[in-house]
């Protein structure tokens, strides 16, 4: 649940740094902390202590000036942020960035995504889920939800480039029962993987695409092998009305009748989560979230948005994302933050609805809780992963700053991220990526692309018919 705008938090009591050398101490910057209510707060000139990926402590600059560190990094006029959480996406996609505009969802489906989505290889989704992860990571982005074919390939990225993901090994019905083992065998063979920065989930497309007896199956597999699920479900309002008039259920309703909500499970989108659905989504008995990502539903022209404020009051935690660059352009998932306080306010009619402090909850808290990290990464605090960004604020565009969360929320941007550390590990450093080679990967991915687009074929992997 959202807590409510407060004033300022108290300061949390210091740790006294220990005196024996640090990993990495990040120095004079001012940090995103929550307090004992989970409310948001800013502590200047401060410092952040790393040891062994994990942070060992917050406190005062002054505290850290004679501490040795093997890495120290002078962040004056910087805001360390918990690193955001992209809670849905399909990292390769960004290959079909641009291909599809301007079209309705059946279109954009059966027309050009699904099909150039069967010419797809192992090394297609390689090399878009490495452009996917340096533009992430250049978005201070630290951890990703995915959910597409070749799972193996991007798990290797992930390993590689050092970020932090929940995978899926996505599958339709369609396929038959191979798909759906081709799902668990990927999750058990990947889980923990990457020193633990990669965990793993279940993947069933959705209830449009996925019978009730797979999504039966597949609850099953989740409780017998402690996985969660990740899925579309009610993505838009149409889905819902053909779901009631095909099914006599909502796709709620469906993930309801099959257990998949007795699992826990991420629920990609939910606009057409209706108000009937709401009871059976409080009373799930698995750990239930949501992944917003409006910047698609614009484009797409769709009528409603997430119910993020209906869902706050049962107790769901709402997630950001950006969903695949093929409908959303892009991975930007700070844009995902603004938008979603934008939406939101737009369509509560309420101006005081959500804040900013409440949208940098969301991208925080609520986002690690949304991918099953809640209680790994999320916030700068002790005991926490070490996955925090640094954001500089001394551009023309922040200045000068009133409400350091406004400005966070609706001045910075993802441009403005300096450094993105991931288990204590630096991914970038002023700008400059240190674990991807991004021009290599564009040269050889444009090689690719005639045979990746072709469309005249016939082929697509499924039909969307909703």
């Known amino acids: 649940m959202t807590p409510p705008s407060p004033q300022k938090p108290a300061r949390p009591q210091e740790k006294r740094p220990r005196e024996t050398p640090a990993d990495l101490i990040v120095t004079g910057c001012t940090v995103l902390v929550h307090d004992d209510r989970e409310r948001i ?7 952040v202590v790393v040891r062994n990926g994990a942070i060992d402590s917050v406190t005062t600059a002054a505290a850290v000036a004679g501490l040795p560190a093997a ?3 002078d962040a004056r006029g910087q805001v360390a942020l918990p690193g955001l959480i992209n809670c849905h996406t399909h990292a390769p996609m960004v290959a079909l960035r641009g291909l599809a505009e301007d079209l309705p969802t059946e279109e954009w ?19 878009g889920a490495r452009l996917a992860c340096a533009e992430m990571i250049r978005a201070g982005v630290t951890a990703f939800a995915d959910h597409y074919f070749a799972m ?8 590689e480039c050092g970020m932090r993901a929940l ?8 396929q038959g029962p191979e798909g759906r083992e081709r799902s668990l065998e990927f999750a058990l063979r990947h889980r923990g993987a990457a020193d633990g920065r990669i965990t793993t989930a279940l993947a069933p497309h959705a209830p449009y695409t996925v019978t009730d007896a797979d999504l039966a199956a597949t609850a099953d597999l989740a409780r017998a092998h402690g996985l969660p699920v990740h899925l579309h479900a009610a993505e838009n309002r149409d889905q819902t009305d053909t779901s009631l008039a095909r099914h006599g259920v909502t796709p709620i309703g469906v993930l309801e009748r099959t ?8 629920i990609a989108h939910g606009t057409g989560i209706t108000e009937d659905d709401l009871p059976l989504l409080a009373d799930a008995s698995g750990r239930t979230a949501v992944a917003t990502a409006p910047r ?12 993020v404020r209906a869902l706050r009051d049962i107790g769901v935690p709402v997630g950001l994302a950006t969903d695949g660059a093929a409908s959303n352009n892009s991975l930007d998932v700070w844009e995902s933050m603004a938008l979603t306080s934008l939406v939101q306010k737009a369509t509560e009619g309420d101006p005081r609805w959500l804040t900013s402090r409440q949208a940098l909850h969301h991208a925080s808290l609520q986002s690690a809780r949304a991918v099953g990290l809640g209680d790994t990464v999320g916030r700068i605090a002790p005991g926490r992963r070490a996955d925090l960004v640094l954001v500089d604020l001394t551009g023309p565009h922040t200045q000068p700053v009133h409400d350091l969360a406004a400005t966070l929320v609706h001045s910075a941007h993802s441009a403005d991220v300096r450094t993105t550390i991931v288990d204590g590990r630096v991914l970038m450093r002023d700008r400059e990526l240190l674990t991807l080679d991004v021009p290599a990967v564009v040269r050889e991915l444009a090689e690719r692309l005639p045979a990746l687009t072709e469309r005249g074929h016939g082929r697509r992997v499924q039909e969307y018919d909703t």
């Open 152 to 159: 193996d390939a991007v798990a290797a990225v992930v390993a």
């Open 259 to 266: 257990g998949i909500l007795d699992t826990d499970v991420l």
């Open 167 to 174: 995978l899926g090994q996505a599958y339709f019905s369609t």
């Open 71 to 73: 890495d120290r990094i």
């Open 109 to 127: 489906f059966n027309d050009v995504v699904w099909p150039v989505e069967s010419n797809l290889t192992e090394r297609d989704v390689e090399l």
């Open 41 to 47: 707060g800013f502590e200047e000139d401060a410092a």
């Open 296 to 307: 698609g539903y614009l484009k797409f022209a769709w009528p409603t948005t997430t119910p």
